[in-house]
């Protein structure tokens, strides 16, 4: 099913620069603009970010990693769809346009990693990377902070998973590699849709739906771990796909699949909404509706365990969906165990080999 969508805002996710909910201010509604005439010209920002810390940590139940660095806050891709949006709140920003234009970067990460890494009693476990915005998002390229993150873990030996949306991640196959031979590097790719039009409006600055199945078969030939991430899915807009990207994955040597729901946390609620109304404005309340049934009539349910998954006729029939196509595909259940055991603290400037 095609969708011809025509852009707004160009290049960008967001239709507007929706207040976040910490605003200690906010501007009144001019009756005489028009949005459909107005042209918004967005550039990209970018701001260093004093990080004091770089490993964070969580106890949450329905999430598949305990330790996370995330490089960027904010994220160019303008993923409209984007859990991670209302963060952008905390810095009294718009987790609308905001997100995507003004962008934050650690550039002591590498630094900080290899200080935490060091630390008296610290006990390896793998550690996700770009797990709110992605590592390998367009600033990437020259800010190179996640390339200089991969060296610190393959210089200690230390295991770490990556879930991205970017093919930059090319790039990093030598540092990968060598992490891959040690058993130490696990990598999900996130396929949202194999139909262009629909990821112009939907994710605009992404690499294409079947590039990135390429990146999938170009990792796998590079002797790395690689799964898909069917993420996320919307019932009326992408679901139908499903099958679909995780048949074009496995035929480029995917080995493990995965979906998420998608969630609407907070402001990404109205932003989404907002998005549905100019692009599928035929279909936006269905989808609306369909996304209640899914979260027992609220478009987006906190809960550990229902969040991602969600429940009720909808929600089950995706999820059946998704397990017959990956038991037919063959994908394997489970990743397998990262090495822990080859971890060594990293050496301290001047410190010389024993041997």
Not at 309 to 316: I, K, L, P, T, Y
């Amino acid at each position: 099913m095609g969708h011809k969508l025509d852009m707004p805002t160009k290049g960008r996710g967001a239709l507007s620069s929706l207040e976040g909910r910490f605003e200690t201010q906010s501007l009144a509604h001019d009756p005489e603009f028009n949005h459909e005439e107005a042209t918004i010209q967005t550039g990209t920002e970018i701001f260093e970010d004093k990080a004091r810390s770089i490993i964070s940590t969580n106890a949450s139940p329905d999430l598949g990693f305990e330790r996370s660095i995330n490089p960027y806050r904010g994220c160019e891709h303008g993923c409209i769809y984007c859990y991670a949006r209302p963060s952008h709140a905390y810095l009294n920003l718009s987790p609308g346009l905001d997100f995507e234009t003004k962008l934050f970067y650690k550039a002591n990460a590498a630094e900080l990693l290899q200080k935490e890494l060091g630390e008296p009693g610290y006990v390896p476990k793998p550690i996700a990377l770009g797990t709110n915005t992605d590592p390998y998002q367009p600033i990437e390229r020259k800010l190179k902070i996640t390339r200089s993150l991969l060296e610190v873990l393959s210089e200690t030996n230390h295991p770490c998973t990556i879930v991205t949306k970017g093919t930059l991640i090319e790039r990093d196959f030598d540092v990968l590699g060598l992490l891959a031979s040690r058993k130490l590097v696990s990598v999900m790719v996130s396929v949202t849709t194999l139909d262009n039009d629909l990821k112009r409006g939907l994710e605009p600055r992404t690499p294409a739906g079947a590039r990135r199945i390429e990146c999938i078969r170009a990792l796998r030939e590079a002797g790395i771990d690689t799964g898909v991430l069917v993420a996320p899915v919307i019932p009326r807009v992408n679901d139908h796909e499903m099958e679909d990207i995780l048949q074009a994955a496995r035929d480029a040597g995917a080995t493990r699949a995965g979906y998420v729901l998608i969630r609407l946390p907070h402001e990404v609620e109205p932003l989404f909404t907002e998005w549905l109304e100019a692009y599928v404005p035929q279909r936006a309340a269905h989808v609306l509706a369909l996304i209640r049934d899914c979260h027992g009539g609220q478009v987006y349910d906190a809960r550990f365990g229902k969040r991602m998954r969600g429940q009720g006729a909808v929600a089950e029939l995706i999820g059946k969906r998704f397990a017959i196509a990956r038991r037919r595909l063959g994908f394997e259940t489970a990743r397998s165990d990262l090495d822990v055991s080859r971890f060594c603290k990293p050496r301290t400037p001047g410190q010389l080999e024993m041997f």
